[in-house]
C-alpha cells in the first residue's frame, strides 16, 4: 500500500503548526467569502492568489499556499448553505438545489436541524470524495504519464464536450461561450511562432486576457449586479445551533445513508467528469427525490432534501482537484483558478507531479482530510458570526466587495487595465447568466486553452496533419470518440424525443 | 414599487438578440485577424491563426443559430429581461463603479476606494457622517496595512500618498 505510506508522510507536512494556521485562516476566509454575494470559491480564490506569490518562494512554501488556497475552497463550499438556510439566497450556485428543502427547515423554526444535517453532509460528500483522491489519483497519474500529446488533446476535448452534452443550459450557447473562452485565451502572443494574434496594435493586450481577471468580473461584480436586483436587504431566519440539536440531527442522519452514498457517488462523478458541483447537486437532489419513501414532501422541508444536495456538492467540489492534479485538467471554475495558482508558482500540473512533487501532492491530500474536520467544527460553532454578517447592510458591503475585486484584478499584473476589464467580464458575466450562457466553460477554456491548443498542434506535427491520429490507438480513440458522443448527445437527446413525440 | 418601476425595460427576446448578434461580431473578428495571419497549414505545421480561425468560426456558427432561435423565438412567451426599477438599483452600482474605476487611475486606490465606499453609504444608506468616515477611511487603512505591510504587495498610489510620503 504505497498510497498509506505516501499519505502518512503527507500528515507531516500538513499537520507542521503553520500549515494548520493557515487551514483555519483559509476556512475562515472561505466560509466569510461563501456567504458574502460577489464572492465565492473561485473568485475569492483568485483574489487571494497574488497573496500568495511571496509565499510560495520559501522552501515548502508552495504547500503552505495550497493548503491555505484549497482551505478557502473547502469552506466556500461549507458557507454556501448558510445564507442557502438562512437567508433562501444560495450564496454560491451549487447551494441552490439546498434551499428547497432548508429555507421550509429553517421556516419551520429547525434552522439548526438543517444546518448541521448540510455541514455534516458536506463533511461526508467531501471525505468520500477524498478517500477516492487518495487511491483512484496515483493509478490516473501512472496511467497519464504514458499519455502523449493526441492523448491529452483528447482529454482536453472530452472535458469541454462534456460541458456540451451535460449542461443544463442550451448546448449552442455553452459552445459560443466555451468558444469566447478559447478565443480569449488565444489573444496575445502565439507560444509556437511567437506571431501577435488578436492584439490589434494594442500594448495592453500583448500579454493576452488573465482568466483571474476574468474569473473576478464575471463572478464577483457579475454576482453583484445579480444581487442587487432583488433590492438592498436580505431578510432571513435566525441562526441557533446549541449541542442538543447537532445531536438530534445526528441521530437522524444514519437514517440516510443510502441517499447519502447514492448522493456521493454522484458528486464524484461528476466533479471528475467535468460537470461540476452545480449539476450534481441538481441531479442527486433528483435522485434522492425519486427513490426516497418520502419523496413527495420533499420542498417542505425535508431533511434528507437537504443531505442529498450538499453531499454531492461537497463530493463534486472536492473530487473536481482530482483531474486537475493528475492530468492537469480542472473540473470546476475553482479548481481551474488553483490550477492557474499551480502554475504561477512554478509547477507542472498533470502525471509528473506526483512523480517530482511527492510532498507538494501529499501534502495537499492529507491538508484535505484535516481541511475538512476542521471546516466542520468552525461552521458548527460559529454559525451565528457568520450569519451576522450577511446582517450588515447592502450599502456597506457591496462596495467594500467591489473595492475587494478591483484589488484582485490589478494585483494579478500591476496594471490598471486588468481592473477596466473586470467592468467588462462584470456586465457580461450579468447579461450571461440572465439569458443562461454557462460561465464555467468559459472560464475553463480561458485557462486551458493555450494548452489545449498546444497539445492539438503537436500532435498534428507528429502526425503531419493527419485527423485521424486522434483514432490511431485504442486509448486515444476511446476518449475521442466519447468526446464525440458526449458533444452529439443534445442532439441524439432530440432526435429520440422526437421519434417518441411523432410514433 | 410603482407601476412604472415594474416596468420592463428590456425584453427578454431583444437582449437575446443582442447578445448572439454580439457573440457573432466577435466571432467574425477572429476569423478575420486569423485569415489576416494565416489559417492555413505551412511547410512547418499549422500557422498562428489556424486554431483560432476555426473557434472563430465556431463562435460564429453557434451564435448564428442563437440568434435564429431568439428571433424565432415566440412573442407571448417574451418574458423580461430586466425591470426598470431593477435596471435603475443595477445602474445606481455600475456608474458610480466605473467612476471610481476611472478615479483609481488618478488617484492611486486608497482614496477612490474611501471615496467611493463613503458615497455608497450616505447616498444609500443615508448614514450619519461620522459613520461614513470611519467606514470609509478605516477600510482604506486596513488595507494600506495588509496589502503594502504585511503582504508586501504594491496597489496603485496617487498624490496624496506622494504628499505624505508613503510611496
Redesign the interface.
Known amino acids: 500500500m504505497d498510497e498509506i505510506q505516501s499519505l502518512i508522510q503527507g500528515f507531516v507536512v500538513a499537520l507542521s503548526f503553520k500549515n494548520l494556521a493557515l487551514m483555519f485562516v483559509g476556512i475562515v476566509l472561505g466560509v466569510i467569502i461563501g456567504v458574502l454575494p460577489g464572492l465565492g470559491g473561485a473568485n475569492g480564490v483568485a483574489i487571494l492568489l497574488?497573496?500568495t506569490?511571496?509565499m510560495a518562494q520559501t522552501p515548502g512554501g508552495t504547500t503552505s499556499a495550497i493548503i491555505l488556497l484549497s482551505c478557502i475552497y473547502w469552506g466556500a463550499l461549507f458557507g454556501g448553505a448558510i445564507t442557502s438556510i438562512l437567508f433562501n439566497i444560495p450564496g454560491e450556485p451549487w447551494s441552490v438545489a439546498t434551499t428547497f428543502d432548508g429555507y421550509p427547515l429553517a421556516q419551520q423554526g429547525r434552522a439548526g436541524n438543517a444546518l448541521t444535517a448540510a455541514f455534516t453532509s458536506s463533511f461526508v460528500g467531501a471525505l468520500i470524495a477524498v478517500i477516492v483522491i487518495t487511491f483512484l489519483s496515483p493509478v490516473v497519474a501512472r496511467f497519464a504519464l504514458e499519455f502523449g500529446p493526441p492523448e491529452f488533446f483528447a482529454v482536453y476535448l472530452l472535458t469541454f464536450c462534456a460541458f456540451v452534452g451535460m449542461s443544463k443550459e442550451?448546448p449552442?450557447?455553452t459552445?459560443?461561450s466555451m468558444?469566447?473562452g478559447?478565443?480569449l485565451a488565444?489573444v496575445g502572443t502565439?507560444p509556437?511562432?511567437g506571431?501577435l494574434?488578436?492584439t490589434?496594435g494594442s500594448t495592453a493586450l500583448l500579454s493576452g486576457f488573465d482568466f483571474l481577471v476574468a474569473v473576478i468580473g464575471l463572478f464577483g461584480?457579475g454576482e453583484?449586479?445579480l444581487t442587487?436586483?432583488e433590492?438592498?436587504a436580505f431578510k432571513g431566519a435566525a441562526a441557533k445551533i446549541n449541542l442538543r440539536v447537532v445531536l438530534d440531527t445526528w441521530k437522524e442522519l444514519p437514517r440516510y445513508w443510502l441517499t447519502s452514498l447514492r448522493s456521493a457517488a454522484v458528486g464524484c462523478f461528476m466533479g471528475i467528469v467535468p460537470g461540476g458541483a452545480t449539476p450534481a447537486s441538481f441531479m442527486s437532489y433528483g435522485v434522492a427525490r425519486r427513490f426516497s419513501p418520502n419523496g413527495d414532501k420533499f420542498g417542505t422541508g425535508q431533511v434528507e432534501g437537504v443531505v442529498a444536495p450538499e453531499t454531492a456538492a461537497h463530493a463534486a467540489g472536492t473530487s473536481a482537484l482530482l483531474p486537475m492534479l493528475t492530468l492537469g485538467v480542472p473540473g470546476s471554475p475553482t479548481a481551474a483558478v488553483l490550477l492557474g495558482g499551480l502554475l504561477i508558482w512554478g509547477l507542472q500540473p498533470g502525471p509528473l507531479l506526483f512523480v517530482e512533487q511527492k510532498d507538494f501532492v501529499w501534502g495537499l491530500i492529507a491538508s484535505m482530510y484535516l481541511g475538512n474536520i476542521a471546516g466542520l467544527i468552525v461552521v458548527l460553532t460559529c454559525v451565528p458570526a457568520f450569519a451576522a454578517i450577511l446582517r450588515i447592510?447592502?450599502?456597506?458591503i457591496?462596495?467594500?466587495i467591489?473595492?475587494i475585486c478591483?484589488?484582485g484584478s490589478?494585483?494579478v499584473h500591476?496594471s490598471?487595465f486588468d481592473?477596466?476589464m473586470?467592468?467588462v467580464f462584470g456586465?457580461a458575466g450579468?447579461?450571461?447568466k440572465?439569458?443562461s450562457?454557462p460561465l464555467a466553460p468559459l472560464v475553463l477554456a480561458i485557462v486551458l486553452g493555450d494548452r489545449a491548443?498546444a497539445s492539438?498542434?503537436q500532435a498534428?506535427?507528429y502526425s503531419q496533419?493527419d485527423m485521424t491520429v486522434f483514432f490511431s490507438n485504442t486509448l486515444v480513440g476511446t476518449l475521442t470518440g466519447l468526446a464525440l458522443f458526449l458533444l452529439f448527445w443534445p442532439l441524439l437527446a432530440w432526435l429520440v424525443r422526437r421519434l417518441r413525440a411523432s410514433a | 414599487m410603482s407601476e412604472g418601476e415594474n416596468r420592463p425595460a428590456f425584453r427578454?427576446k431583444s437582449?437575446?438578440i443582442a447578445?448572439?448578434a454580439l457573440?457573432f461580431l466577435?466571432?467574425a473578428?477572429?476569423v478575420w485577424?486569423?485569415v489576416r495571419?494565416g489559417a492555413r497549414?505551412a511547410e512547418d505545421?499549422?500557422?498562428?491563426?489556424?486554431?483560432?480561425f476555426y473557434?472563430?468560426l465556431?463562435?460564429c456558427l453557434?451564435?448564428a443559430?442563437?440568434l435564429v432561435?431568439a428571433v424565432l423565438s415566440k412573442r407571448d412567451g417574451d418574458k423580461t429581461?430586466?425591470q426598470v426599477g431593477?435596471l435603475k438599483?443595477?445602474l445606481?452600482?455600475?456608474i458610480p463603479?466605473?467612476i471610481?474605476?476611472a478615479l483609481?487611475?488618478w488617484t492611486g486606490?486608497y482614496v477612490a476606494?474611501a471615496l467611493?465606499?463613503g458615497?455608497?453609504?450616505r447616498?444609500?444608506?443615508k448614514?450619519p457622517w461620522w459613520k461614513v468616515a470611519a467606514?470609509s477611511i478605516g477600510?482604506s487603512v486596513a488595507?494600506f496595512l495588509i496589502?503594502e505591510i504585511w503582504?508586501?504587495?504594491?496597489?496603485?498610489k496617487g498624490p496624496l500618498e506622494a504628499l505624505l510620503g508613503l510611496n
Open positions: 497574488p497573496l506569490f511571496s442550451p449552442f450557447k459552445l459560443a468558444m469566447l478559447f478565443a488565444a502565439d509556437v511562432t506571431a494574434r488578436l490589434f461584480i453583484i449586479l442587487l436586483e433590492g438592498l447592510p447592502f450599502s456597506v457591496a462596495p467594500i467591489i473595492v478591483a484589488i490589478y494585483t500591476n490598471n481592473v477596466w473586470m467592468m456586465v450579468y447579461a450571461f440572465k439569458l450562457y491548443e492539438f498542434r498534428m506535427l496533419g | 427578454h437582449a437575446e447578445v448572439a457573440f466577435l466571432g473578428v477572429v485577424d486569423s495571419l497549414w505545421g499549422p500557422q498562428a491563426g489556424y486554431v483560432p473557434i472563430g465556431i463562435v453557434a451564435s443559430v442563437n432561435l429581461f430586466v431593477q438599483l443595477v445606481a452600482v455600475l463603479s466605473t471610481y474605476v483609481v487611475g486606490i476606494s467611493f465606499i458615497f455608497f453609504m447616498w444609500l444608506g448614514y467606514v477600510n488595507f496589502f503582504f508586501k504587495v504594491p496597489l496603485p
